[in-house]
């Protein structure tokens, strides 16, 4: 268990549709990173937050939003959905911000079926 | 373009033998090189790590090798066990405040037969 905790596990929505997915970070991980895990893609870094503010991005859509509250739980918001955005969606979180020490510790996923 | 590339997409190895998987990158700025093993279900967990300005590291049964002249990095198990039979990624970092911004290759599916 990496005390990454994501839900929902699974959703199922159709085009067109919004969804949020909420993750929390182990206790203590101050920076949440999100990535998007697609069958032709592989993993990919979406965007990450470091105590409250946005840190880095990647290739994110537009479509796509996040943000890390004051207790630093996170959500990334997904609208507008397309079949293409079915995914595992993976939420990590590490210590520091740009530290070699503090690896990434990734949740178990949610999987996003559009339909 | 793929900057990091597992060219294996599975390997098969007996118990107690030597696993070697092997990954390529393409960008020289990278800084910071990962092992991740994922069971299905579960999301990746983190294995053993590398900097640049190292060649080698080692925790217990896992060894990360780094050639930075041939952009290739390397992961040896041994001995090699059953309950080692996942997907395993290799990611790059570029560091700094890119630390956690990785780069995964796609993955080798390793099978450790009894």
Same mark, same amino acid.
């Given at each position: 268990d990496s005390g990454v905790t994501q839900t929902p596990k699974h959703l199922i929505t159709a085009t067109g549709q919004r969804v949020t997915l909420r993750c929390s970070p182990r206790s203590g991980d101050l920076s949440v990173y999100w990535y998007q895990q697609s069958l032709d893609q592989g993993l990919q870094f979406l965007i990450q937050y470091y105590n409250g503010e946005e840190r880095a991005k990647g290739?994110? %859509?537009?479509?796509f939003s996040a943000q890390q509250f004051p207790d630093l739980h996170s959500e990334l918001n997904l609208s507008s959905?397309? %079949?293409?955005?079915?995914a595992l969606y993976f939420c990590a979180s590490s210590t %520091?911000?740009?530290?070699?020490?503090s690896p990434l510790h990734f949740g178990n996923g949610t999987r996003l079926t559009v339909t | 373009d793929q900057q990091v590339k597992q060219n294996s997409p599975s390997l098969s190895v007996q118990e107690g033998r030597i696993s070697i998987l092997n990954c390529d990158y393409t960008?020289?700025?990278?800084d910071y090189f990962l092992w991740y093993k994922k069971y299905p279900a579960e999301g990746p967990t983190f294995l053993i790590s590398i900097s640049s300005i190292k060649d080698k590291n080692e925790d217990g049964r896992f060894t990360v090798f780094l050639n930075k002249s041939a952009k290739h990095l390397s992961l040896h198990i041994?001995?090699?066990?059953?309950?080692?039979?996942a997907v395993y990624f290799c990611a790059a970092s570029l560091g700094g405040?890119?630390?956690?911004k990785l780069t995964f290759g796609q993955g080798t599916i390793l099978t450790v037969h009894p």
């Open positions: 290739n994110i %859509l537009e479509r959905l397309e %079949l293409g955005d079915s %520091l911000d740009g530290n070699y020490n | 960008n020289s700025m990278f041994v001995p090699s066990q059953p309950g080692d039979s405040t890119s630390y956690g």
